[in-house]
C-alpha cells in the first residue's frame, strides 16, 4: 500500500506500507564501516571480529597439572582465567597453549590457598618474561601482555 503525496499519515498506513512482513527475518553479512578520513583511524572490515576481540574473554575456572596448560583465545585481545592446582601446588614455565593476538592481555587469578599455582619465568619462545617467580594465592592476580615479535608473555604488574 503506497503513501501518496500530501495524504494523511497514519500509524496503520505507515506499519502496512514498511512493516508489511509477518514473519522475523534475520540477515547474515559482513558489514564494512569505512570512512577514510585519516582522523578516523582504520577501517574495520569484519565488525563482530572487532567486537569479539575488544570484549574481555572469562574462562571458566580451572584446577592445573603441572603437564597442563590455559587455552589462550586467538581473537579476544583481554582474557582473564581463575586457576587452581589440581589435587596439590604447580609450578608453569610455558603456561600457555593456542595463538594470542599481538597485545592480547592476560589476567590470572589464583582461586586456593592450598593449592597454588606458581609462574616461573621461562625466557624462551613463549614462556614468561616475569619480575621474579608468581605464586598465585586465593585472590592474587598476574596481569601479561604478549608480545608476538618478540613471543613471550611480559608481567605488567601483580596485585600481592
Known amino acids: ?18 512493516m508489511d512482513r509477518t514473519v522475523d527475518t534475520d540477515t547474515i553479512g559482513k558489514l564494512a564501516l569505512s570512512n577514510t578520513a585519516p582522523e578516523s583511524g582504520d577501517s574495520i572490515v569484519n565488525v563482530q571480529q572487532r567486537v569479539n576481540a575488544n570484549t574481555m574473554k572469562v574462562n571458566p575456572s580451572v584446577s592445573l597439572l603441572a603437564s597442563e596448560s590455559l587455552t589462550i583465545d586467538s581473537v579476544a585481545s583481554r582474557q582473564y582465567f ?29 582461586t586456593s590457598d592450598s593449592l597454588t599455582v606458581t609462574f616461573s619465568v621461562d625466557d624462551v619462545a613463549d614462556g614468561l618474561y616475569l619480575n621474579g617467580d608468581a605464586t598465585l594465592l586465593r585472590g592474587y592476580m598476574l596481569h601479561l601482555i604478549y608480545d608476538d615479535v618478540l613471543e613471550r608473555y611480559f608481567e605488567i604488574g601483580r596485585n600481592f
Open 1 to 18: 500500500m503506497p503513501i501518496t503525496a500530501n495524504s494523511p499519515l497514519s500509524s496503520s498506513t505507515a506499519n502496512a506500507t514498511f
Open 82 to 110: 581463575r586457576v587452581s592446582g589440581n589435587g596439590t601446588s604447580v609450578t608453569l614455565t610455558t603456561p600457555f597453549s593456542g595463538s594470542p593476538v599481538d597485545g592480547a592481555e592476560i589476567f590470572i587469578v589464583g
